[in-house]
């Protein structure tokens, strides 16, 4: 799951892969503001066949959290 999450950040965030790992911060380490992250979370949605209540949004600090949450939820696609 981290790999599909560090693919879509690289992408969105314009940020070579090898810079992100799971303890980075989405807005202070890879430079994300709130527009970055909604449409980081769109995609994640839109890949997954999910929907990230805005409650979950304010606990993703690191590219880790957002991981977890796809565990936890039952999304390990990779």
């Given at each position: 799951?981290?790999?599909?999450?560090?693919?879509?950040?690289?992408?969105?965030?314009?940020?070579?892969?090898?810079?992100?790992?799971p303890?980075?911060?989405?807005?202070?380490?890879?430079?994300a503001?709130?527009?970055?992250?909604?449409?980081?979370?769109?995609?994640?949605?839109?890949?997954?066949?999910?929907v990230?209540?805005?409650?979950?949004?304010?606990?993703?600090?690191?590219?880790?959290?957002?991981?977890?949450?796809?565990?936890?939820?039952?999304?390990?696609?990779?």
């Amino acid at each position: 799951m981290f790999t599909a999450v560090k693919r879509i950040l690289s992408k969105q965030l314009k940020v070579p892969e090898e810079k992100i790992t799971p303890e980075s911060s989405i807005k202070g380490d890879l430079g994300a503001d709130s527009l970055d992250i909604l449409q980081l979370l769109m995609t994640i949605e839109e890949e997954n066949g999910i929907v990230i209540p805005d409650e979950e949004l304010a606990s993703f600090v690191t590219v880790q959290d957002i991981v977890n949450y796809l565990e936890k939820i039952g999304r390990t696609r990779t």
